[in-house]
């Protein structure tokens, strides 16, 4: 089995796209293939239903992936394509397959221990996910040997853990500190 995989990027747009670059200029040839074309505002019609707007995800952006990371920075919990993103990589569906599942904290994540972080403010459909084995979450590594080696351990993952996608969908972009439930 290679340990080269078709890798979709979640990120905060406004806030993180330089590390989304970064990410793919430092370390695309290492995985096969970085799948780009994240959701942006305006991309599928808000007023479709939570379900309908899923499976377009699901079957229009994350088609033929293997693994979704999740580039995490001050305000990408926030977001609600990120959101939308993850929980439709985890779906398995007739035409999809689910995908394996990362997080990554970037320099930016505000912190002051680079040990620890606040898990009320990543994402908390990842949060649910590391919770329950399906998803891990990382430092920010230059190495592209260890980061390869991420996204294949989530990609193995995918095959023995089941996800945890039970949260509602956000309707909307978030504010504040942090997340609640």
């Not at 089995?1 to 078709?6: E, G, L, V, Y």
């Not at 040839?29 to 995800?57: C, H, M, W, Y």
């Not at 994350?62 to 580039?71: E, G, P």
Request: charged share 25%.
């Amino acid at each position: 089995m290679s340990n080269r995989h078709k890798v979709f990027v979640s990120y905060h747009h406004a806030l993180d796209e330089s590390y989304k670059n970064i990410f793919e200029l430092r370390f695309g040839n290492s995985f096969g293939a970085i799948v780009p074309g994240s959701v942006k505002v305006g991309d599928i019609d808000p007023t479709l239903s939570t379900e309908t707007i899923r499976q377009k995800i699901r079957d229009e952006y994350l088609r033929d992936t293997s693994v979704t990371v999740v580039l995490i920075g001050a305000e990408t919990w926030q977001r609600k394509h990120v959101d939308w993103e993850i929980g439709s990589s985890i779906r398995d569906t007739k035409t999809n397959p689910r995908s394996g599942l990362l997080g990554i904290l970037l320099p930016a994540y505000p912190r002051t221990d680079k040990s620890k972080y606040n898990p009320k403010t990543i994402p908390p459909r990842l949060f649910d996910n590391i919770q329950c084995g399906f998803a891990a979450i990382y430092n920010w590594s230059e190495d592209a040997t260890t980061v390869q080696d991420w996204i294949h351990q989530a990609y193995l993952r995918k095959s023995t853990k089941q996800p945890d996608n039970s949260r509602a969908s956000f309707g909307k972009n978030r504010t504040g500190s942090e997340w609640t439930d």
